[in-house]
């Protein structure tokens, strides 16, 4: 118990002065300086989660926080300024194609004005960042920051908070349609730092929105970000969350959004990359009518850890959710699912459908899942499945027999398993680029197949 | 037996299905019911069988001299009525032979009688079973459990014909039946015509009453009966369309 | 709607049947716990030192642990001091040998539950040791059982008779440190059952058990081992109810089997404890631990269970698939009402090749019950090809009371093959119309639809059983449905 306790503690004088540092580092958000110092008391207050606690029983934060302290020591001290000057040549190779109308572009942690593109006026939409939103905005913006995720349930949330320095606000006017996506880039070039990307974002009523994070990393670092929505009646969203950090890389991320009355949301989550990362992705369905529908994809090899937890909140009247999440686990990956539904006394008339599905593809692959239901209203549809298994051996065999090589067949399903989910990327364009980014990670992964079956 | 239906007006979620429909039933007789999709007639049905969820804005419907709206939808099938459903429902791991059953006993306990021994029993439904032209073996399985579409319409004319019924209505019984299926379940009808028993016979289509002759025909539109005829009036529909009927002309 | 709404009350709200109280002196141990009273209860049983040891071994464990709060379940604490740890019907000294010497009062109290004992004896050919008040007062068809070798006695006197097999399996599928309450049983348990089924041998009868709790404030641990040994066969039946007291009452079993090679247990329980009143007054605390280890290879474990009473039930009967093609299986229908609480399910722990388990579990809850399915489906490294197929259910009658599922997978062979299914729904409105438009009451649909949903589980049931369970389940849910 003694030792379990040790991974949730961190060197608390080194995270202070961490803290302390960016009031001085980033001026322009000094006046973020209470909200850092609340989180960061709200963590030392609690520390970390440890494996004793059932959200965390699969993930173990060690290695994390063990090297957390060096991250933020050197983001907090170092001139990245070199580091952060980035070509466009360079810039275009690692982003998605396609998506120059509205780019924000955060490296290292700092928004890159020269490389981004705001939305025209006139289109409904707006864009600040925190180091530039209006001195009046400052004040309510210290009320909103947080006030979805609550940094009071989630360590993780106060760890990020502790650290926040910049992040993007965004605002979609009533009755606004915004056909192209905001791409959000968060590229860390520089190894051993800590990033805490933060997004908070308001659709007004029957507004539409997409928004596109993208996750980055050339060297190992933590990567640790909130993304908060609120999405008015009759809004929609689509979302779009593409992880590829460094395969030494940790990434803690969460996205909460909450829906009113009659608005929908539809979102995928790819897992590509990073050591151990960890997604919380969180629905309140406050409002009647309100729908959600989530897709997500993770590949874990080498000896990767990716967790994945997704809540659906249904707290009104005829909610609808729909949730497909797939995993494929090789060589000593470890994927971890949880997906909880919760149906509150008020929600009648709820429809909730949840399937998780695995594939395992070598020996030393494991998987974790745990799809949860809890239900306290009675008038209620509700199923969730889930699934563990290997390459449908029929399917590989009809393949051979039409003479495709047996790897090649191999490839060939695994990669039908996850296109699955790209197929829900929201926007359509993307489908030909990440399908050929997952490929190429899965042909990666699958380097090394399993026993001959 | 007598069948009366007043002027009835029928909401549904604050929309009005039936608005004004008088029909009246008597013993012996067989009555169809054709309209368009959206014209009401699965409304009638259920409100007959007492669904929840419709609501009487007014009129009347009394059933042998009593207000059947006041029913509670097993005493009106105590009293004779059976309804035969559009889409028949399952109940998972409830054999259907224990399920039919149940509803005959209940149904005889109500008129007090005896309830009906297992031998009895068993021997009447494998007879009704027989002439259905169903497996035996459907009698184990749950109630409509796994059942096809044809299979399903089938099993509801059996049941009819265990529970023998002094009003059958028999919602779009024929749809989603290939012929055979249509001879038999016709056939099932037919051999319970009979002076105390009526029928009430809501279909899309004039195709089953090839096979059962109905005494009158009515077109129901827009929540209404706009036309009263005999067999020949099915005919003209079939020929024409609705559209003849429902515009007036 | 609001008909509906009564009489799901109104079925919801029947009252426990089986609440009374048997007049028989008990030999009580006041209230409390200590190594004095641990040697007590040895003593009084005339125990060999080493289950002595063992005894006190599991006490100072368990004063080092704490009660487990990971379940989805809240009492008030209990407090284990002010439990009697020892009570003993007075004649227990000279045990009646055969029905006819049994306490009159004591067959009349099995009489008011429905139980006839004789005829059921006698009829239905099934050896019955009862367990009254921690203390087994008869056991029947011993000597057709031990023609086939087989040895089905209360737990106490196979302490004497066979010390040897005792000592060799004790402690060995649950050690006392598995949990809490395990440990507690360890240190106090009283009595329960024995059965040894030899090699080769198939188990002539049924064998059942009808477990009571009596004295007010005693807690009652039982413990039961069940030994099958290569290629035996053995159904076990399991039924308890329990008098209307109004103070929580504390039990805590032990239940270990072991199946050696190509041996099968077949474990059935229906469970009727009182649940407390509407109000969630008194009621028994009912936390179980119940375990197969599937030593050998091809051997089978089935456990089938019917859980309708307690205030709180925490039980998770569970496997360990060691041999190569073991089978586990677990069938579970839980009724919860009123005020009852149930956090239920099973392990299935895969070690072995080939391995195998089913899951078919069947939650009903009403008026303000919570009930939760919590279950581990555990693929190790070494269990090439497993399988695993579950499937979880719940109906939820009235939109004051939850239903919960909470499976776990955790696979580590890519040979796997896990599957996990779980739907939540309330009785179909349609199908209620349905029903009533044949000429069935709302009462009698709603009775009807709820068995059809624990059929799967029903049938895995002995016969004599099912019919028990089924008319348990209507009684359960009787008012409260439809």
Same mark, same amino acid.
């Given at each position: 118990?003694?030792?379990?306790?040790?991974?949730?503690?961190?060197?608390?004088?080194?995270?202070?002065?961490?803290?302390?540092?960016?009031?001085?580092?980033?001026?322009?958000?000094?006046?973020?300086?209470?909200?850092?110092?609340?989180?960061?008391?709200?963590?030392?207050?609690?520390?970390?989660?440890?494996?004793?606690?059932?959200?965390?029983?699969?993930?173990?934060?060690?290695?994390?926080?063990?090297?957390?302290?060096?991250?933020?020591?050197?983001?907090?001290?170092?001139?990245?300024?070199?580091?952060?000057?980035?070509?466009?040549?360079?810039?275009?190779?690692?982003?998605?194609?396609?998506?120059?109308?509205?780019?924000?572009?955060?490296?290292?942690?700092?928004?890159?004005? =020269?490389?981004?593109?705001?939305?025209?006026?006139?289109?409904?939409?707006?864009?600040?960042?925190?180091?530039?939103?209006?001195?009046?905005?400052?004040?309510?913006?210290?009320?909103?920051?947080?006030?979805?995720?609550?940094? =009071?349930? $989630?360590?993780?949330?106060?760890?990020?908070?502790?650290?926040?320095?910049?992040?993007?606000?965004?605002?979609?006017?009533?009755?606004?349609?915004?056909?192209?996506?905001?791409?959000?880039?968060?590229?860390?070039?520089?190894?051993?730092?800590?990033?805490?990307?933060?997004?908070?974002?308001?659709?007004?009523? &029957?507004?539409?929105? $997409?928004?596109?994070?993208?996750?980055?990393?050339?060297?190992?670092?933590?990567?640790?970000?909130?993304?908060?929505?609120?999405?008015?009646?009759?809004?929609?969203?689509?979302?779009?969350?593409?992880?590829?950090?460094?395969?030494?890389?940790?990434?803690?991320?969460?996205?909460?959004?909450?829906?009113?009355?009659?608005?929908?949301?539809?979102?995928?989550?790819?897992?590509?990359?990073?050591?151990?990362?960890? &997604?919380?992705?969180?629905?309140?369905?406050?409002?009647?009518?309100?729908?959600?529908?989530?897709?997500?994809?993770?590949?874990?090899?080498?000896?990767?850890?990716?967790?994945?937890?997704?809540?659906?909140?249904?707290?009104?009247?005829?909610?609808?959710?729909?949730?497909?999440?797939?995993?494929?686990?090789?060589?000593?990956?470890?994927?971890?699912? &949880?997906?909880?539904?919760?149906?509150?006394?008020?929600?009648?008339?709820?429809?909730?459908?949840?399937? &998780?599905?695995?594939?395992?593809?070598?020996?030393?692959?494991?998987?974790?899942?745990?799809? =949860?239901?809890?239900?306290?209203?009675?008038?209620?549809?509700?199923?969730?499945?889930?699934?563990?298994?290997?390459?449908?051996?029929?399917?590989?065999?009809?393949?051979?027999?039409?003479?495709?090589?047996?790897?090649?067949?191999?490839?060939?399903?695994?990669?039908?398993?996850?296109? =699955?989910?790209?197929?829900?990327?929201?926007?359509?364009?993307?489908?030909?680029?990440?399908?050929?980014?997952?490929?190429?990670?899965?042909?990666?992964?699958?380097?090394?197949?399993?026993?001959?079956? | 037996?007598?069948?009366?239906?007043?002027?009835?007006?029928?909401?549904?979620?604050?929309?009005?299905? %039936?608005?004004?429909?008088?029909?009246?039933?008597?013993?012996?007789?067989?009555?169809?019911?054709?309209?368009?999709?959206?014209?009401?007639?699965?409304?009638?049905?259920?409100?007959?069988?007492?669904?929840?969820?419709?609501?009487?804005?007014?009129?009347?419907?009394?059933?042998?001299?009593?207000?059947?709206?006041?029913?509670?939808?097993?005493?009106?099938?105590?009293?004779?009525?059976?309804?035969?459903?559009?889409?028949?429902?399952?109940?998972?791991?409830?054999?259907?032979?224990?399920?039919?059953?149940?509803? %005959?006993?209940?149904?005889?306990?109500?008129?007090?009688?005896?309830?009906?021994?297992?031998?009895?029993? %068993?021997?009447?439904?494998?007879?009704?079973?027989?002439?259905?032209?169903?497996?035996?073996?459907?009698?184990?399985?749950?109630?409509?459990?796994?059942?096809?579409?044809?299979?399903?319409?089938?099993?509801?004319?059996?049941?009819?014909?265990?529970?023998?019924?002094?009003?059958?209505? %028999?919602?779009?019984?024929?749809?989603?039946?290939?012929?055979?299926?249509?001879?038999?379940?016709?056939?099932?009808?037919?051999?319970?015509?009979?002076?105390?028993?009526?029928?009430?016979?809501?279909?899309?289509?004039?195709?089953?009453?090839?096979?059962?002759?109905?005494?009158?025909?009515?077109?129901?539109?827009?929540?209404?009966?706009?036309?009263?005829?005999?067999?020949?009036?099915?005919?003209?529909?079939?020929?024409?369309?609705?559209?003849?009927?429902?515009?007036?002309? | 709607? !609001?008909?509906?709404?009564?009489?799901?009350?109104?079925? /919801?709200?029947?009252?426990?049947?089986?609440?009374?109280?048997?007049? #028989?002196?008990?030999?009580?141990?006041?209230?409390?716990?200590?190594?004095?009273? #641990?040697?007590?209860?040895?003593?009084?049983?005339?125990?060999?030192?080493?289950?002595?040891?063992?005894?006190?071994?599991?006490?100072?464990?368990?004063?080092?642990?704490?009660?487990?709060?990971?379940?989805?379940?809240?009492?008030?604490? #209990?407090? *284990?001091?002010?439990?009697?740890?020892?009570?003993?019907?007075?004649?227990?000294?000279?045990?009646?040998?055969?029905?006819?010497?049994?306490?009159?009062?004591?067959?009349?109290?099995?009489?008011?539950?429905?139980?006839?004992?004789?005829?059921?004896?006698?009829?239905?050919?099934?050896?019955?040791?009862?367990?009254?008040?921690?203390?087994?007062?008869?056991?029947?068809?011993?000597?057709?059982? !031990?023609?086939?070798?087989? #040895?089905?006695?209360?737990?106490?006197?196979?302490?004497?008779?066979?010390?040897?097999?005792?000592?060799?399996?004790?402690?060995?599928?649950?050690?006392?440190?598995?949990?809490?309450?395990?440990?507690?049983?360890?240190?106090?348990?009283?009595?329960?059952?024995?059965?040894?089924?030899?090699?080769? /041998?198939?188990?002539?009868?049924?064998?059942?058990?009808?477990?009571?709790?009596?004295?007010?404030?005693?807690?009652?641990?039982?413990?039961?081992?069940?030994?099958?040994?290569?290629?035996?066969?053995?159904?076990?039946?399991?039924?308890?109810?329990?008098?209307?007291?109004?103070?929580?009452?504390?039990?805590?079993?032990?239940?270990?089997?072991?199946?050696?090679?190509?041996?099968?247990?077949?474990?059935?329980? /229906?469970?009727?404890?009182?649940?407390?009143?509407?109000?969630?007054?008194?009621?028994? *605390?009912?936390?179980?631990?119940?375990?197969?280890?599937?030593?050998?290879?091809?051997?089978?474990? +089935?456990?089938?269970?019917?859980?309708?009473?307690?205030?709180?039930?925490?039980?998770?009967?569970?496997?360990?698939?060691?041999?190569?093609?073991?089978?586990?299986?677990?069938?579970?229908?839980?009724?919860?009402?009123?005020?009852?609480?149930?956090?239920?399910?099973?392990?299935?722990?895969?070690?072995?090749?080939?391995?195998?388990?089913?899951?078919?579990?069947?939650?009903?809850?009403?008026?303000?019950?919570?009930?939760?399915?919590?279950?581990?489906?555990?693929?190790?490294?070494? !269990?090439?090809?497993?399988?695993? *197929?579950?499937?979880?259910?719940?109906?939820?009658?009235?939109?004051?009371?939850?239903?919960?599922?909470?499976?776990?997978?955790?696979?580590?062979?890519? +040979?796997?093959?896990?599957?996990?299914?779980?739907?939540?729904?309330?009785?179909?409105?349609?199908?209620?119309? *349905?029903?009533?438009?044949?000429?069935?009451?709302?009462?009698?649909?709603?009775?009807?639809?709820?068995?059809?949903?624990?059929?799967?589980?029903?049938?895995?049931?002995?016969?004599?059983? !099912?019919?028990?369970?089924?008319?348990?389940?209507?009684?359960?849910?009787?008012?409260?449905?439809?």
């Amino acid at each position: 118990m003694a030792k379990q306790q040790e991974t949730g503690s961190f060197d608390a004088m080194l995270y202070r002065q961490a803290s302390e540092a960016l009031d001085r580092r980033f001026p322009a958000t000094r006046w973020l300086a209470p909200l850092r110092k609340h989180a960061l008391e709200r963590l030392a207050h609690s520390g970390f989660p440890t494996t004793r606690d059932e959200d965390w029983r699969y993930t173990n934060l060690k290695q994390v926080v063990l090297r957390s302290g060096e991250f933020l020591k050197r983001s907090t001290r170092e001139k990245q300024s070199a580091a952060r000057r980035v070509a466009k040549s360079e810039l275009n190779r690692l982003l998605l194609p396609g998506l120059t109308d509205i780019t924000l572009v955060f490296v290292d942690g700092v928004y890159q004005p =020269e490389l981004s593109s705001s939305p025209p006026p006139g289109s409904g939409m707006r864009i600040r960042t925190l180091a530039t939103v209006d001195e009046q905005e400052r004040e309510p913006l210290l009320e909103t920051l947080g006030a979805l995720a609550g940094i =009071e349930g $989630c360590q993780v949330t106060a760890f990020s908070t502790a650290f926040l320095t910049d992040g993007l606000v965004i605002d979609v006017e009533a009755d606004a349609h915004v056909p192209a996506p905001v791409y959000a880039v968060f590229l860390s070039r520089t190894a051993d730092i800590s990033t805490h990307p933060r997004i908070l974002m308001n659709l007004a009523a &029957n507004s539409s929105a $997409c928004l596109i994070e993208h996750h980055k990393s050339l060297h190992p670092c933590l990567s640790s970000s909130i993304t908060e929505i609120r999405c008015a009646d009759h809004a929609r969203l689509k979302y779009f969350k593409l992880q590829q950090e460094h395969h030494s890389a940790f990434h803690l991320a969460s996205q909460h959004i909450s829906l009113a009355d009659s608005a929908g949301m539809q979102a995928v989550h790819l897992d590509l990359g990073s050591a151990l990362s960890r &997604n919380g992705l969180n629905v309140k369905l406050n409002g009647d009518h309100a729908k959600a529908r989530l897709h997500g994809l993770f590949l874990a090899d080498a000896s990767s850890h990716v967790d994945n937890h997704t809540r659906i909140d249904h707290q009104a009247p005829h909610t609808r959710s729909e949730e497909t999440y797939r995993g494929v686990i090789a060589d000593h990956g470890r994927g971890v699912f &949880n997906g909880k539904i919760i149906v509150h006394r008020a929600a009648q008339k709820t429809n909730a459908q949840l399937t &998780n599905a695995n594939l395992l593809l070598s020996p030393g692959a494991e998987i974790d899942t745990k799809p =949860e239901l809890e239900i306290y209203a009675d008038d209620v549809k509700c199923s969730h499945g889930s699934t563990v298994g290997r390459i449908d051996t029929n399917a590989l065999f009809y393949l051979r027999t039409r003479g495709i090589p047996e790897q090649e067949a191999r490839r060939f399903v695994i990669r039908a398993f996850g296109g =699955e989910i790209v197929s829900r990327i929201p926007v359509p364009h993307l489908y030909r680029p990440v399908s050929d980014i997952l490929a190429a990670r899965l042909e990666h992964a699958d380097s090394k197949p399993g026993p001959k079956q | 037996m007598k069948l009366d239906i007043r002027n009835l007006h029928v909401s549904v979620g604050g929309t009005e299905i %039936l608005k004004g429909l008088s029909l009246e039933v008597g013993t012996g007789e067989v009555h169809a019911i054709m309209g368009p999709n959206g014209s009401g007639k699965s409304t009638l049905a259920h409100i007959l069988a007492g669904r929840s969820g419709y609501e009487v804005t007014s009129g009347t419907v009394t059933y042998n001299g009593e207000n059947l709206l006041e029913m509670e939808p097993e005493q009106r099938a105590w009293a004779g009525i059976f309804l035969g459903f559009q889409y028949p429902i399952e109940i998972p791991g409830v054999n259907n032979s224990y399920f039919l059953k149940a509803a %005959l006993n209940a149904k005889r306990k109500y008129l007090q009688q005896p309830e009906i021994d297992a031998i009895q029993f %068993l021997k009447l439904v494998k007879e009704k079973a027989r002439l259905m032209k169903m497996d035996q073996s459907f009698l184990n399985r749950g109630v409509n459990e796994g059942f096809s579409g044809g299979e399903k319409k089938r099993n509801e004319i059996f049941q009819m014909s265990v529970l023998e019924p002094t009003l059958a209505v %028999l919602d779009e019984t024929d749809s989603g039946l290939d012929i055979d299926a249509l001879k038999t379940v016709a056939e099932g009808v037919n051999r319970l015509r009979s002076d105390d028993r009526a029928f009430l016979l809501i279909t899309h289509y004039q195709r089953l009453l090839d096979y059962i002759q109905p005494d009158f025909v009515h077109v129901l539109a827009d929540g209404r009966i706009v036309r009263t005829g005999g067999r020949e009036l099915a005919l003209d529909l079939e020929a024409q369309g609705y559209d003849w009927v429902t515009t007036g002309t | 709607m !609001a008909t509906e709404q009564k009489n799901i009350e109104q079925i /919801v709200g029947e009252k426990y049947r089986h609440g009374f109280v048997t007049d #028989i002196e008990a030999d009580t141990l006041p209230p409390g716990i200590n190594e004095d009273v #641990i040697r007590f209860i040895s003593d009084k049983k005339k125990e060999p030192e080493f289950l002595l040891n063992w005894r006190l071994k599991s006490f100072r464990h368990w004063q080092t642990i704490r009660e487990p709060d990971w379940a989805k379940l809240h009492h008030a604490p #209990i407090d *284990y001091q002010d439990i009697s740890y020892f009570s003993a019907p007075k004649q227990a000294a000279d045990a009646p040998k055969s029905l006819d010497d049994v306490d009159p009062k004591l067959l009349e109290t099995y009489d008011k539950l429905g139980i006839p004992l004789h005829e059921r004896a006698r009829l239905a050919g099934v050896a019955v040791d009862a367990v009254f008040d921690s203390v087994s007062v008869a056991t029947t068809f011993k000597s057709k059982l !031990a023609e086939s070798g087989v #040895i089905f006695c209360p737990f106490s006197e196979a302490v004497q008779e066979h010390p040897e097999l005792i000592e060799q399996y004790l402690g060995t599928v649950v050690p006392y440190r598995d949990n809490f309450f395990a440990a507690l049983n360890s240190a106090v348990f009283t009595d329960g059952s024995f059965v040894f089924i030899p090699k080769g /041998v198939r188990c002539p009868m049924e064998l059942s058990t009808y477990f009571r709790i009596n004295e007010a404030k005693t807690g009652q641990f039982e413990r039961t081992l069940i030994i099958a040994e290569e290629g035996s066969h053995v159904s076990y039946l399991e039924g308890c109810t329990a008098p209307m007291r109004d103070e929580n009452q504390l039990h805590a079993a032990v239940v270990e089997l072991v199946a050696l090679k190509d041996a099968e247990i077949k474990y059935s329980t /229906v469970q009727n404890w009182y649940p407390g009143d509407e109000q969630g007054r008194g009621g028994i *605390y009912n936390f179980v631990t119940k375990r197969c280890d599937c030593r050998g290879a091809n051997s089978k474990v +089935s456990w089938t269970q019917v859980e309708a009473g307690s205030a709180i039930t925490w039980k998770y009967p569970s496997c360990i698939l060691r041999g190569d093609n073991s089978v586990g299986e677990f069938y579970s229908v839980a009724v919860t009402n009123n005020l009852q609480q149930a956090d239920t399910g099973t392990k299935m722990l895969h070690i072995g090749a080939n391995t195998r388990s089913t899951v078919i579990s069947k939650g009903i809850s009403a008026g303000r019950a919570q009930q939760s399915y919590r279950g581990l489906i555990k693929i190790f490294p070494t !269990a090439e090809n497993a399988r695993n *197929y579950t499937q979880c259910d719940s109906l939820l009658l009235g939109d004051q009371c939850g239903a919960h599922t909470f499976p776990y997978m955790e696979v580590k062979n890519p +040979s796997a093959i896990v599957e996990h299914e779980a739907t939540t729904s309330k009785i179909g409105d349609d199908q209620l119309f *349905y029903c009533r438009q044949r000429g069935l009451s709302e009462e009698d649909a709603v009775n009807m639809i709820v068995n059809g949903f624990c059929k799967e589980v029903f049938r895995e049931l002995p016969m004599e059983f !099912a019919v028990e369970a089924q008319a348990l389940l209507n009684v359960s849910l009787e008012g409260a449905v439809g």
